[in-house]
């Protein structure tokens, strides 16, 4: 017997490798140190979700707005886990993380401020229906929108995602940090079914409402993690769910299907919002100072080596 | 416009023939990576298979060991490398390795295994020293059932490279998992036939290269499109 076939392959297969080898090497350069005379975000890769390119409160409106146009896009995920190790290990320089986020403050991340104001003003808003929402209801949570602001959220948001905290326990917590009881007015006023969005900022804030409601004598029941906005809207309008906690822009821009009408301004946005909602008998009540929006972030390394605060400092020479 | 008009489209224009995100570049990265990543597989786990089943030893062993090397998905390494090796080309070539041992390992060992006993004890009876029989006799009766399982494996690193496109790297996968992030329904159907028209090629590539491997008198036993050596058959009977 001949084994003519192995050498065949044998030759096959080391021809080929060859090929691949002559092929195969794509150059990965680092970023470079120091000064070069060109514009910092020149010399930095953006890391965010495959979309971003392409949306105009991620690189598009960079572009558009700030003038930045970036060495090069790494897609990833939506501030999730590949973000945040692709910042750490140095693959991209900046990413694209939410306002929100707990690991910003635990990682020591430094989210640029937006100077120029490209994102839009998705503040923490109650959405319910108006039957439901009684005057001392809309009071109470008024008065939690008043106190709520983006640090508070984002020390919660950690307590949940980085602690493992329940957010039953969180909201209760919070609620006796800002001096909301949570029993003992009675009972007997009605029933209110609160709901939130799949994510664990939006259970905390439910649980927040709910919570506080049912210390004033509402009957409170709880439809967590119930999905998108494309399921929790229209249940509110159908009825089977009372309350929800939204985000003035993008609440709006869902339901004027995207017109482009938010702006940074929550107090405006939240209008313009009510004008939309009151002809289904829904209300959006007072935006809280709380925001979860897109958030672009570096490591303090980056942050101190070019001295960056502002996102229009990216289009400075460095 | 029905999607597949529209899909057609997506074919005809010439942006998307171009450049970094055109089809050619991408198709070249998805060849590059599956064709390194099984070579890898291949040279990593063809002299444990081989040698295994030549010595007869640990055999269970190392089909077990295999075996759950199968049951690992190849999602979870890929990001489960993320922190380790970055993002890009290193995690995915990592999880297509690991993906592509196990068919090469368990098919190189049950080839090895069933090379009849009798051919064995007659190479030994010509004098035959333990490797020359080893690569002359052993090897090329077993080839057959050695190359299936490199088929096996091929095709399922061509359809798995899909993936690296999460840890942003490029490949065909870049068109589906783009897709779904911009709600881009034509592109994710071009990129799915673009993924299965290249598993497809890769298929008969591998076939074509199984059968070369094949000794001539062995190869009338054998047809163009059957697989002698699926795995799954075989390590019922080897293992």
């Given amino acids: 017997m001949r084994d003519w076939g192995f050498r065949a392959i044998l030759s096959g297969v080391l021809g080929l490798s060859l090929l691949a080898s002559a092929c195969g090497s794509s150059g990965g350069g680092s970023p470079s140190a120091g000064s070069s005379g060109k514009p910092i975000a020149s010399q930095m890769i953006l890391g965010g979700p495959p979309e971003c390119p392409t949306r105009p409160f991620c690189e598009k409106g960079l572009m558009d707005k700030y003038g930045l146009t970036f060495k090069d896009f790494k897609p990833l995920d939506a501030g999730g886990p ?12 900046i990413g694209l993380l939410f306002s929100s986020d707990g690991s910003i403050a635990a990682k020591g991340y430094v989210v640029l401020n937006d100077d120029k104001h490209l994102q839009n003003a998705d503040n923490v808003v ?13 009071t109470l949570l008024n008065q939690i929108d008043s106190k709520l602001n983006t640090s508070d959220l984002a020390g919660m948001n950690k307590s949940a995602d980085i602690d493992k905290q329940d957010p039953a326990q969180i909201a209760s917590d919070y609620l006796k940090k800002i001096g909301v009881s949570t029993s003992g007015g009675g009972s007997g006023k009605g029933k209110i079914t609160v709901a939130g969005f799949n994510f664990s900022e939006s259970s905390i804030l439910a649980q927040i409402y709910g919570q506080a409601l049912k210390g004033i004598g509402y009957d409170v029941s ?7 906005r494309e399921v929790v ?26 017109k482009g009408e938010a702006t940074p301004d929550p107090a405006a946005t939240v209008k313009l919002l009510n004008g939309y909602l009151q002809a289904k008998g829904l209300i959006a009540l007072d935006p809280s100072a709380a925001q979860d929006q897109n958030a672009f972030a570096v490591t303090k390394e980056t942050a101190n080596k070019w001295h960056l605060v502002n996102l229009s400092d990216l289009a400075k020479n460095g | 416009m029905s999607i597949f008009e529209e899909v057609v489209r997506w074919f005809l224009d010439p942006a998307h023939w171009d450049g970094t995100f055109g089809i050619p570049n991408r198709l070249w990265e998805h060849v590059q990576m599956s064709f390194l990543a099984t070579l890898t597989a291949a040279v990593l786990a063809l002299p444990v298979g081989v ?15 295999s075996n759950v090397g199968r049951a690992l998905p190849s999602f979870g390494i890929l990001v489960l490398a993320v922190p380790l090796f970055g993002i890009g080309a290193a995690p995915a070539f990592i999880a297509l390795v690991a993906l592509a041992i196990p068919p090469i390992v368990t098919n190189s060992y049950v080839g090895m295994r069933d090379v009849d006993p009798e051919l064995k004890e007659a190479a030994r009876g ?37 993936l690296a496109a999460v840890v942003a790297w490029g490949g065909l996968g870049r068109f589906i998992v783009d897709g779904f992030a911009q709600r881009d329904d034509v592109q994710i159907f071009a990129g799915a036939i673009l993924v299965a028209a290249l598993a497809m090629v890769a298929e008969l590539a591998l076939a074509g290269l199984q059968w070369l491997a094949t000794p001539r008198p062995m190869r009338a036993s054998m047809r ?6 699926r795995t799954d058959e075989l390590v019922l009977q080897g293992g």
Avoid: C
Wanted: charged share 20%; net charge neutral.
């Fill in chain 1, 222 to 228: 709880y439809k967590l993690n119930l999905g998108n």
């Fill in chain 2, 224 to 229: 163009w499109f059957s697989r002698p050596g």
């Fill in chain 1, 82 to 93: 590949l973000t945040k190790a692709a910042l750490d290990r140095g693959d991209i320089q």
């Fill in chain 2, 126 to 162: 010509l004098g035959m020293r333990e490797h020359v029989a080893l690569l002359r006799v052993e090897m090329p009766v077993a080839l057959p059932v050695i190359m299936a399982g490199i088929r096996t494996a091929g095709v399922q690193v061509v359809a798995t490279a899909t």
């Fill in chain 1, 233 to 258: 809207e229209p249940a509110l309008e159908k009825g089977d769910i009372d309350l929800y906690p939204g985000y003035a822009a993008t609440e709006l821009e869902f339901i004027n299907k995207a």
């Fill in chain 2, 51 to 65: 040698l295994l089943g030549h010595y007869g030893r640990f055999g269970n062993l190392a089909i077990n060991v």
């Fill in chain 1, 126 to 138: 109650p959405v319910g229906r108006s039957a439901a929402l009684k005057s001392d209801a809309q």
